[in-house]
């Protein structure tokens, strides 16, 4: 004999509609910092989990298909009513996630293709980048003060307790590498001195 299920499973709604999808975005900027696009990819995944749901619980393929395709554009209509609303700003989140990836350890082009996978235009991942980091000289302090987070994060350079083997170099470099600094970057930040180091990330921290 068969055995039933010890619960039933939660019953398939209808399909998601704009209000049910702007509660959706007000519940979500509430709890989390977003841009436009990957508000509208939140609301978009909610749509195309309705019409799994749907499929999986029997209704009809091609209505379904219907439905989320009928749907699907609502989510970028309302992650742009959340930005006139002003619970969306790409520019502010932009500069607060530049400040923040920049103080974990992450030089500038690191901290500018993570902003990209954010769905971020361009030129305001340009403008968060120059505004924050900064150019010319601050640019370079800043970079600087990321790579020796790195470094304290790794516990090389100023942050070892012994001068590094010569077969150690190549994963050392290859550490910065990954994060996008510069040799010279790296260099400096090897060479220096645990007390500048440490007075340098201070200095990045209270900046940004």
């Known amino acids: 004999m068969s055995r039933s299920p010890s619960r039933t499973s939660?019953?398939?709604?209808?399909?998601?509609?704009?209000?049910?999808?702007r509660a959706a975005a007000l519940a979500h900027v509430a709890r989390f910092a977003s841009t436009e696009r990957g508000l509208a990819q939140v609301l978009e995944r909610r749509i195309?989990?309705?019409?799994?749901?749907?499929?999986?619980?029997?209704?009809d393929v091609a209505e379904v298909e219907?439905?989320?395709?009928?749907r699907l554009p609502l989510a970028a209509t309302i992650a742009a009513e959340m930005v006139r609303l002003g619970a969306v700003d790409d520019a502010a989140f932009a500069k607060a996630?530049?400040?923040?990836?920049?103080?974990?350890?992450?030089?500038?082009?690191?901290v500018q293709a993570?902003?990209?996978?954010?769905?971020?235009a361009p030129e305001s991942i340009e403008q968060a980048v120059s505004t924050t980091l900064g150019d010319d000289e601050q640019a370079r302090e800043t970079e600087l003060g990321a790579a020796l987070v790195l470094?304290?994060?790794?516990?090389?350079?100023?942050?070892?307790?012994?001068?590094?083997?010569?077969e150690?170099?190549?994963r050392i470099a290859g550490i910065f590498a990954r994060a996008g600094f510069s040799?010279?970057?790296?260099?400096?930040?090897?060479?220096?001195?645990?007390?500048e180091a440490e007075d340098r990330i201070i200095a990045l921290k209270t900046a940004l």
């Not at 195309?48 to 209704?59: E, H, I, K």
């Not at 996630?97 to 690191?110: H, Y």
């Open 97 to 110: 996630r530049t400040a923040r990836l920049a103080r974990s350890g992450l030089s500038r082009r690191a």
């Open 151 to 166: 470094a304290r994060k790794r516990r090389v350079g100023p942050f070892s307790g012994d001068a590094p083997r010569p």
């Open 66 to 70: 219907a439905a989320v395709r009928d």
């Open 10 to 21: 939660r019953p398939v709604g209808p399909p998601p509609d704009a209000a049910s999808l």
């Open 48 to 59: 195309t989990r309705w019409g799994r749901r749907a499929a999986d619980d029997g209704q």
């Open 168 to 170: 150690d170099m190549a």
């Open 114 to 120: 993570r902003l990209a996978t954010k769905g971020l």
């Open 183 to 195: 040799h010279d970057t790296v260099r400096t930040a090897l060479s220096m001195d645990r007390e």
